[in-house]
């Protein structure tokens, strides 16, 4: 059977690099098996959740190169979830719980002073009909756990293999909150099976959850989805990504300028067993990705690494992958091919080329360093048209007109044409520049 994965964000903030990694892994995974991908938004909490946010989600999706096959809300689902609480409530194994936040956080403290672990201690369980009936004549509202079998919950993990989870270190969790509202846990078990999901690959912080989710998913006698634990992109010091790190949200990185398929790339070979370098098509990292290859340790994102992966892409992206935007910067059609293979070596981002068609189109103020090689150069300019061969045969006659050579040649020339100490190759950008540009620029003047 063709594998169904999920990416199930909530829509209560910007996507971050954190987040691409598993949307990534889970697109990539389905890609490389022939299977689809299904973006679910789990969006159970209704103060935080806003549709903005959804929608920008579907928008840096698209920008990664994901494209859903399936679409679902869990806001549109609490029929299924509440179907499923009272199947859970009928079995035993949700059970209703009168405890304020004040009395359970007063009874973990005990715990720890006495040296013990922070578990509920399942007081609930011991209520009798009546003492639950007088809880809420006197207006306690339950919220509702779930009743965790005392036993090792074990599964063949895709990426860390032999796995487990001991649930009798672990408290009843908490499944439906005493408004009503379902905390993530249940939802997410209800919906995999509904939805007929097949695997469920996600970071390594949902290894816990794993062992409650599947004791949820037997309790409910639902298919059992095979799953994967990836290990967490950090920041270069260790330091956890979050959505409060906005300069790293898929959407500042996008108006940044970087190229989806840098952010692809570091995202998903970061931390695996591949060497990290830029790849263009998603076919071609779908081939890379070995779920089982990927690193036990935390994968560290460096920003200044995506710079790198980056600027490796422009130096080589094609005409073509440029124009539409060289237009919107408003390069000229006519010599737009050829600016950019004159520019690009020297880019880091595309948007960077609007820098150097401003020192092509002007004004630019020159710099004259050396009147004597711009006097020269200004003498020995020679008349257009000029093609690629123009620069060498100029600057070969101001050489020999003032012995100049090296950076004492071409740096004074470089200075007055552009004002910049550092650039792109000036045999790409004289003809672009132009002989009455270049004229008025050595003569002082500027344009």
């Not at 992958?321 to 880091?348: H, M, P, Y």
Request: glycine share 8%.
């Amino acid at each position: 059977m063709a594998p169904l994965v999920r990416f199930a964000p909530s829509p209560t903030g910007y996507l971050h690099i954190g987040n691409a990694r598993p949307a990534l892994l889970n697109a990539l995974f389905a890609r490389a098996h022939g299977g689809r991908f299904l973006l679910r938004l789990d969006d159970t909490d209704r103060e935080r959740s806003t549709e903005a946010f959804a929608q920008a989600i579907e928008t840096d999706l698209a920008w990664l190169g994901i494209v859903p096959d399936l679409r679902a809300r869990q806001s549109e689902r609490s029929a299924a979830h509440g179907a499923a609480a009272d199947r859970l409530r009928a079995l035993g194994r949700l059970y209703p719980c009168y405890e304020t936040p004040e009395e359970l956080e007063r009874r973990r403290k005990r715990q720890l002073g006495r040296g013990l672990p922070p578990l509920y201690d399942r007081a609930a369980l011991a209520l009798t009909e009546n003492e639950r009936a007088a809880m809420e004549a006197a207006g306690r509202i339950p919220h509702w756990r779930f009743r965790l079998e005392p036993q090792v919950v074990a599964w063949d993990d895709l990426v860390r293999g032999d796995a487990h989870v001991d649930c009798a270190s672990l408290s009843d969790p908490v499944l439906v909150r005493a408004d009503g509202s379902y905390l993530y846990t249940l939802p997410s078990v209800v919906d995999d099976a509904d939805l007929g999901v097949t695997h469920v690959i996600r970071g390594e912080d949902h290894v816990t959850n794993t062992g409650v989710q599947v004791q949820i998913f037997e309790a409910l006698r639902a298919v059992l989805p095979v799953f994967g634990h990836h290990n967490l992109l950090t920041t270069a010091d260790g330091e956890g990504l979050s959505k409060r790190l906005g300069h790293l949200s898929l959407r500042s990185l996008r108006e940044a300028g970087y190229e989806p398929a840098a952010v692809r790339s570091l995202a998903v070979l970061t931390g695996s067993a591949e060497a990290v370098r830029a790849v263009e098509s998603m076919d071609e990292l779908a081939g890379l990705v070995d779920l089982g290859h990927i690193s036990r340790a935390p994968a560290k994102f460096d920003p200044q690494e995506l710079d790198g992966l980056n600027a490796r892409l422009i130096h080589t992206m094609p005409f073509a992958d440029a124009k539409t935007r060289l237009a919107a910067i408003g390069v000229s059609d006519a010599v737009a091919e050829r600016f950019w293979l004159a520019v690009r070596a020297n880019l880091r981002t595309v948007g960077e080329a609007a820098d150097w068609w401003r020192i092509v189109e002007g004004p630019v103020t020159p710099v004259i360093a050396d009147a004597a090689v711009t006097a020269a150069a200004l003498e020995t300019l020679p008349p257009e048209p000029y093609g690629p061969e123009t620069w060498k045969a100029w600057t070969l006659a101001v050489r020999e007109r003032t012995g100049a050579k090296g950076k004492a040649l071409f740096m004074p020339l470089r200075l007055a044409l552009t004002g910049l100490e550092h650039g792109p190759d000036l045999a790409g950008l004289l003809p672009l520049i132009g002989r009455g540009r270049a004229e008025r620029r050595l003569s002082g003047a500027v344009a």
